[in-house]
T-cell receptor
Framework: DSGVTQTPKHLITATGQRVTLRCSPRSGDLSVYWYQQSLDQGLQFLIQ???????AKGNILERFSAQQFPDLHSELNLSSLELGDSALYFC??????????????FGPGTRLTVL | GDSVTQMEGPVTLSEEAFLTINCTYT??????LFWYVQYPGEGLQLLLK?????DKGSNKGFEATYRKETTSFHLEKGSVQVSDSAVYFCALSLFSGGYNKLIFGAGTRLAVHP
């Protein structure tokens, strides 16, 4: 158990809908990262937050957004869903963001299926 | 750009066989290197890491040595078990542009048979 929690575990929805994925980082971790894992794209970095502020953006679509709240939990919002958005979405956390050897600890993931 | 290349899977071995999964990287700076493992239906778990050249990371019988001269971080285990069946990801971490970015390889699936 990494200490990172994600809800829900599974999500099934229809095209055009909007969903929210939730992540709680490990106690004491200030950084939260979101990743998408799909069969054709592999593991792709989406976005990072540090202590409530957006720190970095990766391959995140404009239909997707995220935020980190004062209690440090984070939410990833996916809207106007398409079939191709079906994937595993992982959240990870780390203590900080100022070094290349800050380990990232991953949650169990949310499996999103868009029908 | 920065990237990680892993050998393609699946890798199929018998129990107690020797395992090598190759990983090479391209990076503009001085990365830290990681191996993550993903068991069926689970998230990624950090298996081992190395933060500078010639460091050896080890855990649960797995080892990998950071080779700067060959830009490699190959994963090895002397005797695999059925319970090692999983997908293994090599990754590099760079502090760049004010943040810590983690770049993954495509993953290598390992299947170990009794």
């Amino acid at each position: 158990d990494s200490g990172v929690t994600q809800t829900p575990k599974h999500l099934i929805t229809a095209t055009g809908q909007r969903v929210t994925l939730r992540c709680s980082p490990r106690s004491g971790d200030l950084s939260v990262y979101w990743y998408q894992q799909s069969l054709d794209q592999g593991l792709q970095f989406l976005i990072q937050y540090y202590n409530g502020e957006e720190r970095a953006k990766g391959n995140i679509l404009e239909r997707f957004s995220a935020q980190q709240f004062p209690d440090l939990h984070s939410e990833l919002n996916l809207s106007s869903l398409e079939l191709g958005d079906s994937a595993l979405y992982f959240c990870a956390s780390s203590v900080g963001t100022d070094s290349s050897y800050n380990e990232q600890f991953f949650g169990p993931g949310t499996r999103l299926t868009v029908l | 750009g920065d990237s990680v290349t892993q050998m393609e899977g699946p890798v199929t071995l018998s129990e107690e066989a020797f395992l090598t999964i190759n990983c090479t990287y391209t990076a503009t700076g001085y990365p830290s290197l990681f191996w993550y493992v993903q068991y069926p239906g689970e998230g990624l778990q950090l298996l081992l890491k190395a933060t500078k050249a010639d460091d050896k990371g080890s855990n649960k019988g797995f080892e990998a040595t950071y080779r700067k001269e060959t830009t490699s971080f190959h994963l090895e285990k002397g005797s695999v078990q059925v319970s090692d069946s999983a997908v293994y990801f090599c990754a590099l971490s760079l502090f760049s542009g004010g943040y810590n970015k983690l770049i993954f390889g495509a993953g290598t699936r390992l299947a170990v048979h009794p």
